[in-house]
């Protein structure tokens, strides 16, 4: 049986998991075909029913913002936007972050030294004044915050890594790999990183929560997501200023928000707690 299958099998066993994993799923196939299924438009604006509560008669399930315009699609597509962002981020910090602590961790010696310091370096700088920097002087887009989440979340990433690979390199399958000649990088690839696959899948669940709440941060400040996109940070951003007469368009954004971080947050618990179980054993 293969890590991943192991994995899976083990995740099944967790009501937790599959709970949060099945209500992740649920939201994400929902935005997906929600903004296919529905008669309005993204962008369409109704000027007959502005600011209308949500209410099925007039089509408007999640009512109408303060451009008319319905709240259920724009919700489901910055619902995609949110999952397009974190995803990505963490894809960026996984990819970096397993590379630079596999690295650090199993040359060591001196370049460990070196290479950990550059991280607590950057641990020490203040990383979301330089994404705000980053924001203001450059156009903001897609892939820039793609850029500036995954510069922050990888640290975390790169030292977890590194920790595994301190005790994975005094495995014997490793010393013998390196007996025969078998190259640093290919010992890294071959031998080290699938025997991280658990840990990495584990923190990957905990770190999306945390690219999310920064992109919703910096959509809240209105750095993030422009016009006429938008995502869920930028949709709480627009519920505030109409949350005394018009309190729907706060509470169904922040609420979707709220359930997405608890259940990435619980998924990465469960996960945690099964790979702790299997390693006890």
Same mark, same amino acid.
């Given at each position: 049986?293969?890590?991943v299958?192991?994995? *899976?099998?083990?995740?099944?066993? &967790?009501?937790?998991v599959?709970?949060?994993g099945?209500?992740l799923?649920?939201?994400?196939l929902?935005?997906?075909?929600?903004? *296919?299924? &529905?008669?309005?438009?993204?962008?369409?604006?109704?000027?007959?029913?502005?600011?209308?509560?949500?209410?099925?008669?007039?089509?408007?399930?999640?009512?109408?913002?303060?451009?008319?315009?319905?709240?259920?699609?724009?919700?489901?597509?910055?619902?995609?936007?949110?999952?397009?962002?974190?995803?990505?981020?963490?894809?960026?910090?996984?990819?970096?972050?397993?590379?630079?602590?596999?690295?650090?961790?199993?040359v060591?010696?001196?370049?460990?030294?070196?290479?950990?310091?550059?991280?607590?370096?950057?641990?020490?700088?203040?990383?979301?004044?330089?994404?705000?920097?980053?924001l203001v002087?450059?156009?903001?887009?897609f892939?820039?915050?793609?850029?500036?989440?995954?510069?922050?979340?990888?640290?975390?990433?790169?030292?977890?890594?590194?920790?595994?690979?301190?005790?994975?390199?005094?495995?014997?399958?490793?010393?013998?790999?390196?007996?025969?000649?078998?190259?640093?990088?290919?010992?890294?690839?071959?031998h080290?990183?699938?025997?991280?696959?658990?840990?990495?899948?584990?923190?990957?669940?905990?770190?999306?929560?945390?690219?999310?709440?920064?992109? &919703?941060?910096?959509?809240?400040?209105?750095?993030?997501?422009?016009?006429?996109?938008?995502?869920?940070?930028?949709?709480?951003?627009?519920?505030?200023?109409?949350?005394?007469?018009? &309190?729907w368009?706060?509470l169904?954004?922040?609420?979707?928000?709220?359930?997405?971080l608890?259940?990435?947050?619980?998924?990465?618990?469960?996960?945690?707690?099964?790979?702790?179980?299997?390693?006890?054993?």
């Amino acid at each position: 049986m293969s890590v991943v299958a192991r994995i *899976w099998a083990r995740m099944r066993s &967790s009501k937790t998991v599959m709970v949060s994993g099945g209500i992740l799923c649920v939201i994400a196939l929902l935005a997906a075909i929600g903004p *296919w299924i &529905s008669p309005n438009e993204y962008v369409a604006a109704d000027f007959g029913n502005i600011l209308r509560a949500p209410t099925l008669s007039a089509g408007h399930v999640f009512g109408t913002d303060d451009l008319g315009r319905d709240l259920f699609v724009r919700t489901m597509m910055g619902v995609q936007v949110t999952f397009a962002v974190a995803l990505v981020a963490s894809v960026v910090s996984l990819l970096i972050g397993v590379l630079y602590g596999a690295t650090a961790g199993f040359v060591g010696g001196r370049v460990d030294a070196v290479m950990m310091r550059l991280v607590d370096t950057l641990y020490a700088t203040p990383f979301i004044f330089f994404v705000i920097l980053l924001l203001v002087v450059f156009e903001r887009n897609f892939l820039l915050i793609f850029v500036a989440i995954g510069a922050i979340n990888w640290l975390d990433m790169a030292r977890i890594v590194r920790g595994q690979t301190l005790s994975l390199r005094e495995r014997e399958f490793v010393q013998a790999a390196q007996l025969i000649g078998v190259s640093t990088p290919r010992i890294i690839l071959r031998h080290i990183a699938p025997n991280l696959v658990g840990v990495v899948i584990v923190y990957v669940t905990l770190t999306i929560p945390q690219a999310i709440l920064i992109e &919703s941060f910096l959509s809240f400040l209105g750095l993030g997501i422009q016009e006429p996109q938008t995502s869920l940070g930028k949709l709480v951003n627009d519920g505030t200023d109409q949350m005394e007469g018009a &309190s729907w368009m706060l509470l169904i954004p922040a609420t979707l928000l709220a359930v997405l971080l608890l259940c990435f947050n619980f998924l990465g618990d469960g996960m945690r707690d099964l790979l702790d179980s299997r390693q006890s054993r």
